[in-house]
């Protein structure tokens, strides 16, 4: 299992991609640490051809958010709204916290 710097319900922004979406923020939805990608809210919009299974299902052409690679994010810090790095805090109890490395507040 890898470990992956982003958690579900960070804020995160794109860093590459077209520019139609560079630079967007978006919440993460979901995280596969077997595949290091995640599900960011907003972003990575693409459609698909869905039949109904079963009755009252949609279908036609939808919109759905599509995996994005976790390299490709990086966290935004709640306490300075910029994109950071994220740094570790151990504490003398042997707690572990994570940190801005812009500003130095705790997540």
Do not use: W
């Not at 960070?10 to 991609?17: A, Q």
């Not at 698909?48 to 690679?69: F, L, N, W």
């Not at 490709?72 to 504490?91: A, E, L």
């Amino acid at each position: 299992m890898n470990k992956l710097h982003v958690k579900t319900g960070d804020t995160v922004v794109l860093l590459t991609g077209d520019a139609k979406d560079r630079g967007k923020t978006g919440k993460v939805l979901e995280v596969s640490p077997e595949e290091g990608k995640v599900i960011v809210e907003g972003l990575n919009i693409v459609k698909k051809h869905v039949k109904p299974r079963k009755a009252g299902d949609p279908s036609g052409i939808i919109e759905t958010e599509s995996p994005i690679y976790a390299c490709k994010v990086q966290i935004v810090c709640p306490k300075c709204n910029k994109p950071t790095r994220v740094g570790h805090k151990i504490y003398a109890d042997g707690k572990k916290d994570r940190m801005c490395k812009k500003c130095g507040e705790t997540f």
